[in-house]
């Protein structure tokens, strides 16, 4: 059974530095891109990053980019994302997203966690 | 950038079919996925490349793509189904996914 497991949300201060990770099972991790999607009440579903299995291939949302970084470790089987510099905006709950192709990206998204809380308020 | 528009909200009785819109510039050029969220829920993949169904999604949950809209339908509509209802395409002048807004749908 696929699961994604999401850690690493809470309450921080605007400027200031959240790192969440995912720890994946179910799946041969490093066959699979895989994203991070966010979800607030006043955007609806925004998509923030994917990276392909080797980090050769990175991209970012417009929103995100040159403040969060994403990564993953194929040999622990986990995902993550730094978030740096947050603002109000970030506020959101945080999924863990696993990309429906095999190998190569289908940028639909067949698998979800359950997702973290990232509160931005001082 | 690229944008989906969907209505916020549907309305249907049990037993009925609804139907929610996904409207996007030359959307019929795209490949329209769908996903169900319920509320303190993970969404999930109920259609993918406009019409396909992954499995464990029941036979109810259909999708379609033509003209200038995407539509997912939903026959023999169950309480169950109610739901937040978001489509998502790629979007290659960007190259990032983009989604709807979504589209609550309420079981009478």
């Known amino acids: 059974e696929v699961q994604l497991v999401e850690s690493g949300g809470g309450l921080v201060q605007p400027g200031r530095s959240l790192k969440l990770s995912c720890a994946a099972s179910g799946f041969t991790f490093d066959d699979y891109v895989m994203h991070w999607v966010r979800h607030s009440p006043g955007k609806g579903l925004e998509w923030v990053s994917s990276?392909?299995?080797?980090?050769?291939?990175?991209n970012y949302a417009d929103s995100v980019k040159g403040r969060f970084t994403i990564s993953r470790d194929n040999t622990r089987n986990s995902l993550y994302l730094q978030m740096n510099s947050l603002r109000a905006e970030d506020m959101a709950l945080y999924y863990c997203v696993r990309d429906g192709g095999l190998i190569n990206p289908l940028y639909y998204f067949d698998y979800w966690g359950q997702g973290t809380l990232v509160t931005v308020s001082s | 950038s690229y944008v989906l528009t969907q209505p916020p909200s549907v309305s249907v009785a049990p037993g009925q079919t609804a139907s929610i819109a996904c409207g996007g510039a030359y959307i019929e050029n795209k490949y329209v996925h769908w996903y169900q969220q319920i509320p303190g829920q993970a969404p999930i993949l109920v259609v993918y490349?406009?019409?396909d169904r992954p499995s464990g999604i029941p036979e109810r949950f259909s999708g379609s793509n033509s003209g200038s809209t995407a539509t997912l339908t939903i026959n023999r509509v169950e309480a169950g189904d109610e739901a937040g209802y978001f489509c998502q395409v790629w979007d290659g002048t960007s190259d990032h996914p983009v989604f709807g807004g979504g589209t609550k749908l309420t079981v009478l």
């Open positions: 490349d406009n019409s």
């Open positions: 990276i392909n299995s080797n980090s050769d291939t990175i």
